[in-house]
């Protein structure tokens, strides 16, 4: 039952490791791990007792460490865009009125885009990005004032 406990606690924290899950599993790995030790050292001797320490070990180190942990490896903070299309060009594919959605060829790729701008955008207009929400494009005509 120790060794079953203990390679537990060492498959949470592979798992852990190897996915990135955000500190979880690594905790309640942590928690079988001492309570298989404390087992083998006949300090942890009835089921029921095991089971309230690894609840108990696995939650409270969860609540204490886990904030501590992200915040020293800097993963607490929010992701920057590693390629931002705002100033790109596009080109649009169909006319598209000021403050109407249509569609924008930029890099290859064809994306919904709304015309930010004052006037109409012709069918193969080059347009520039100047704000970017979720997966739609805000453009203007090229060359265009913001």
């Known amino acids: 039952m120790v060794a079953l406990a203990g390679a537990a606690g060492l498959a949470l924290i592979v798992v852990e490791v190897t996915a990135s899950g955000g500190f979880y599993f690594i905790f309640f790995g942590a928690g079988a791990i001492i309570v298989a030790a404390l087992r ?4 942890a001797e009835p089921l029921w007792l095991q089971f309230l320490l690894f609840s108990v070990l696995s939650v409270v180190s969860l609540l204490v460490f886990r904030n501590p942990l992200l915040r020293w ?3 607490d903070r929010p992701a920057h865009d590693v ?3 705002v100033g790109e060009v596009g080109s649009a ?3 598209i009125e000021p403050g109407a959605i ?3 060829e930029l890099r290859g790729t064809v994306w919904t885009a709304r015309n930010a701008g004052t006037a109409t ?3 193969g207009r080059r347009c520039t990005v100047v704000r ?3 997966l739609t494009l805000f453009v203007t005509a090229e060359g265009a004032r913001s």
């Not at 083998?40 to 300090?43: N, T």
């Open 132 to 134: 970017v929400e979720r």
């Open 73 to 75: 490896m800097k993963l």
């Open 93 to 95: 594919m169909d006319d």
């Open 40 to 43: 083998l050292l006949d300090l």
């Open 102 to 104: 249509g569609r924008v």
């Open 83 to 85: 390629d931002s299309l």
């Open 121 to 123: 955008l012709a069918r």
